[in-house]
Each structure stands twice: as structure tokens, then as C-alpha cells.
């Protein structure tokens, strides 16, 4: 049984280009959750989604951050017009269902914005 | 506020020695407890969690937690510690009513030497 998959495991863009950042959950998982490490800090919250469903999005800049996890297809964190701020670790982790399980961490998405 | 902190930023410790990671937690109800731990450039490892029952809980890779409801601790411990488990540990909480998102303590940086 395959692990959470994260791709691409490092990603550089420039300041205004946008950013696409792809997580396939575990087989049989449907609840996805996206975390951002900043350097030297713990993880944040940012988005946890079942599939087509926003569950709970209070960790998401207002602005330029979305996420989604279609019926088909890997879930997708995307950042428009990335800034030099933007630039850490996105992690992407899965669990099989939201109530007292642990979640399942992927490698991570680094992100570099020059 | 609900939150969660690990005190120390670093715990130096000697092969063979026993290890204590600390973590405490503020918050109203029972939340879920959960330990990861990071390798560099790696996502998060599951260790180990608190949900309900016997307060002493084992984990993976010879870890295990107390959970301590009046003193709202959850530390990590390990009898003889390992240069291997040298790496950066995170607690995590998830608090009632937060719709399974997991909430980091800062992390501890475990340096275990010979």
C-alpha cells in the first residue's frame, strides 16, 4: 500500500507565477488536510478536504490560496501569484476518516519563490 | 485560547539514556493527542497516539506517552535512547469541535550522542 504522494518534491517559482502542488492520498483514505512549514517552525493548518468538499478552510490566506480534491484525481493546493512569503514546506497528509485517526504525512512540497 | 507547546527547543541526551520529551496542552474538553517525527527533508512520521483508556500509551520504535489529564501533559519517553532517534519531534492536538485538523506544538529537536 502505497504512502501519500506529493509531487513535485521541490518546486521553484518566480514572484507572480503561480504554483500547482499535487497530493494523491493513501488507498481507501478520503479526508486530505494541507500544512505549511515555514523554516525553522511547526506545522499550520490550511485546508482539510473530503472528496469534492471544502470541510474546513480557516487556515487558508484569504487571498491567492486555494485547494481542491475532485471525485477523480489528486487533491491540489494552488497559489496564484506567489510571493518571496510563500516560499516552505507544503505537506499533504490523509487519513480514512476524520474521527480520532491519525493522519498519514506525505514527503512534503518545497517551494521556492525567487 | 486552545493551544499546545513543546517548552523546549532542544533535549541533548546520551545513547542509552532514558529520554523525555515534553509537550502541554490548554484546552476545554478531551482532545486527541498525537506525536510525529521528522527526519531532515522528510515528511512527518506517526509515533504514536492518546484518544481514550490506559494513560500509558506505546508506540512505535520503543516510544510511549503519558498522558496526564490535571497536568494537561502528554510527554514522550523512551527508556534507552538510540543515536538514530536523534530528529525533530512534534506534538500535535486535535481539539474538540476543530473538525479533525491537528493543531503543532514548535517542535523539539532531539540530539542523542555516543
Known amino acids: 500500500n502505497a504512502g501519500v504522494m506529493q509531487n513535485p518534491r521541490h518546486l521553484v517559482r518566480r514572484r507572480g507565477q503561480e504554483a500547482r502542488l499535487r497530493c494523491s492520498p493513501m488507498k481507501g483514505h478520503s479526508h486530505v488536510y494541507w500544512y505549511r512549514q515555514l523554516p525553522e517552525e511547526g506545522l499550520k493548518f490550511m485546508v482539510y478536504?473530503?472528496?469534492?468538499?471544502?470541510?474546513?478552510e480557516s487556515g487558508m490566506p484569504k487571498e491567492r490560496f486555494s485547494a481542491e480534491f475532485p471525485k477523480e484525481g489528486p487533491s491540489i493546493l494552488r497559489i496564484q501569484q506567489v510571493v518571496r512569503g510563500d516560499s516552505a514546506a507544503y505537506f499533504c497528509a490523509s487519513s480514512p476518516t476524520g474521527q480520532g485517526y491519525e493522519q498519514f504525512f506525505g514527503p512534503g512540497t518545497r517551494l521556492t519563490v525567487l | 485560547a486552545q493551544s499546545v507547546a513543546q517548552p523546549e527547543d532542544q533535549v541533548n541526551v546520551a545513547e542509552g539514556n532514558p529520554l523525555t520529551v515534553k509537550c502541554t496542552y490548554s484546552?476545554?474538553?478531551?482532545?486527541?493527542l498525537f506525536w510525529y517525527v521528522q527526519y531532515p527533508n522528510r515528511g512527518l512520521q506517526f509515533l504514536l497516539k492518546y484518544i481514550t483508556g490506559d494513560n500509558l500509551v506505546k508506540g512505535s520504535y520503543g516510544f510511549e506517552a503519558e498522558f496526564n489529564k490535571s497536568q494537561t501533559s502528554f510527554h514522550l519517553k523512551k527508556p534507552s535512547a538510540l543515536v538514530s532517534d536523534s530528529a525533530l519531534y512534534f506534538c500535535?492536538?486535535?481539539?474538540?469541535?476543530?473538525?479533525?485538523?491537528?493543531?503543532f506544538g514548535t517542535g523539539t529537536r532531539l540530539q542523542v550522542t555516543l
Open positions: 500535535a492536538v486535535r481539539f474538540t469541535g476543530t473538525a479533525s485538523k491537528l493543531t
Open positions: 484546552v476545554s474538553g478531551n482532545p486527541y
Open positions: 478536504l473530503q472528496k469534492e468538499n471544502i470541510i474546513d
